[in-house]
């Protein structure tokens, strides 16, 4: 009896750990990506609103230049220049620029939160993108250029992670895939 007690609970230990490994327990765990969390969503929000989101290598690159660009800027010693200034006369094209602080997230929950704060706030860039008192009131969007995106308009993307100002942030870059 003590053995078949042993075996059935060994049985259900296996049980609960594949359920949890087959419902994303854990998920997306300490070892986040967030970037590449951030440019998934995105892709997959437009991809179920049957409009096209591509994440490029071109655009990652874009973005690390961006922050390269913005952190070696000497206006950064200011400690009057925000980071958003930095970005908007450190960037070159026609791009809308949505930038976070960047760090290790513990939970889940927070996870999600700094993904759904990264979307809507694509959305809303988008959606106000005419609108430079929309940009102007916004601390963590910036355009840069004269970018021109519709609501229905398929888009590229990329994101980078970099320092700037003595702090970690995660730039997302978006631009109309027409342009």
């Known amino acids: 009896m003590k053995l078949f ?47 096209t989101a591509t994440h490029t290598t071109a655009m990652d690159a874009a973005a690390a230049k961006l922050i390269e660009n913005a952190a070696a800027d000497e206006a950064a010693k200011d400690e009057n220049v925000t980071v958003k200034d ?47 008192e929309y940009y102007a009131d916004r601390d963590m969007l910036v355009k840069i250029g004269s970018p021109v995106i519709g609501k229905d308009d398929p888009i590229e993307i990329g994101a980078a992670t970099g320092k700037i100002k003595d702090k970690n942030y995660l730039v997302l870059l978006v631009q109309n895939a027409k342009a």
């Open 86 to 132: 930095l970005l908007r006369n450190n960037g070159t094209g026609n791009y809308i620029a949505i930038f976070m602080p960047y760090g290790q997230l513990s939970t889940e929950l927070m996870q999600q939160a700094y993904i759904a704060e990264m979307k809507g706030t694509l959305e809303n860039a988008i959606r106000y993108v005419a609108n430079d």
């Open 5 to 51: 007690k042993k075996l059935a609970a060994a049985v259900l230990v296996a049980a609960l750990a594949l359920t949890m490994v087959g419902c994303g327990a854990g998920g997306m765990g300490s070892a986040i990506d967030l970037k590449n969390e951030v440019l998934n969503a995105i892709e997959d929000d437009y991809y179920t609103d049957n409009k």
